[in-house]
Nanobody
C-alpha cells in the first residue's frame, strides 16, 4: 500500500497550510493514520494521529492547538491543517498507515507515503 502525501511548500511564519494524504485501496474505518515529521538533523517524530473511528486524535506537544488532523468528507484522504506555523515546523512530513486501528509508536506504522517538504521562513 502506497500512501500519497501532498501539499506543503514554502510558507511564511504565522501562516497556514494544509497537507493531504491519499489512502488508496483501503478503508479509513479499518486503520489508524498518522503524520510524522522529520526536521533537519533530527529523528522522525509522530506529530499527529487519528484512529480508525475518526473520533480519537492525538497531537505532539509541539503542535497541540495549532495543527488539526481530519478525514476528508469522502474518506479517501486524511488532512493535516497546520496553523500559526513556526520555523521549527520545517521538515519533511510523512503520512503512514497503522498496522491496526489504534495510534501507537512509529513501529506500529507499516505503510508510508513518500514525504512532502514544508519550509517555514521568518
Amino acid at each position: 500500500v502506497q500512501l500519497q502525501a501532498s501539499g506543503g511548500g514554502l510558507v511564511q511564519a504565522g501562516e497556514s497550510t494544509r497537507l493531504s494524504c491519499a489512502v488508496p485501496g483501503f478503508s479509513l474505518d479499518d486503520y489508524a493514520i498518522a503524520w510524522f515529521r522529520q526536521a533537519p538533523g533530527e529523528e522522525r517524530e509522530r506529530i499527529s494521529c487519528i484512529t480508525n473511528s475518526g473520533r480519537k486524535k492525538y497531537y505532539a506537544d509541539s503542535v497541540e492547538g495549532r495543527f488539526t488532523i481530519f478525514w476528508d468528507d469522502d474518506k479517501k484522504s486524511v488532512g493535516l491543517q497546520m496553523n500559526s506555523l513556526q520555523r521549527e515546523d520545517t521538515g519533511v512530513y510523512y503520512c503512514a498507515r497503522g498496522t491496526g486501528r489504534f495510534c501507537g509508536p512509529e513501529k506500529d506504522f507499516g505503510s508510508w507515503g513518500q514525504g512532502t517538504q514544508v519550509t517555514v521562513s521568518s
